[in-house]
């Protein structure tokens, strides 16, 4: 599966973005997705996940209650809206796919990367 992210951009603290991951393939519905994201100068993390029906979501825990996880499988789209916007949340946003059971919090557990998608949150 090929991804490719967007809905990047500069925001005001408190404001709202919504990033997309567009999947290519007949097989999106059967991908666990993630969402991860590297601030400059820091490593890769895990932001949040999804179940391949929608039904189970996780989140870190600097942006639980903050930002929300969902796919739409008709349109082979991965969503990540973010709200409440903090300078922390500043970094480059990376969706993932896993083949396997399971969402893992890990980079190594995904298979499938899209680019990224700049974020920056100013103060």
């Known amino acids: 599966v090929q991804l490719q992210a967007s809905g990047g951009g500069l925001v005001q603290a408190g404001g709202s973005l919504r990033l997309s991951c567009a999947a290519s393939?007949?097989?999106?519905?059967?991908?666990?997705m993630g969402w991860f994201r590297q601030a400059p100068g820091k490593e890769r993390e895990y932001v949040a996940a999804?179940?391949?029906?929608?039904?189970?979501?996780y989140y870190t825990s600097p942006v639980t209650g903050r930002f929300t996880i969902s796919r739409d499988n008709t349109k082979n789209t991965l969503y990540l809206q973010m709200n409440s916007l903090r300078p922390e949340d500043t970094a480059a946003y990376y969706c993932?796919?896993?083949?396997?059971?399971?969402?893992?919090?890990?980079?190594?557990?995904?298979?499938?990367w899209g680019q990224g998608t700049l974020v920056t949150v100013s103060s």
């Open positions: 999804i179940n391949w029906s929608g039904t189970s979501a």
């Open positions: 993932a796919a896993r083949r396997g059971p399971g969402l893992p919090t890990t980079r190594e557990g995904y298979d499938y």
């Open positions: 393939g007949r097989t999106f519905s059967s991908y666990g």
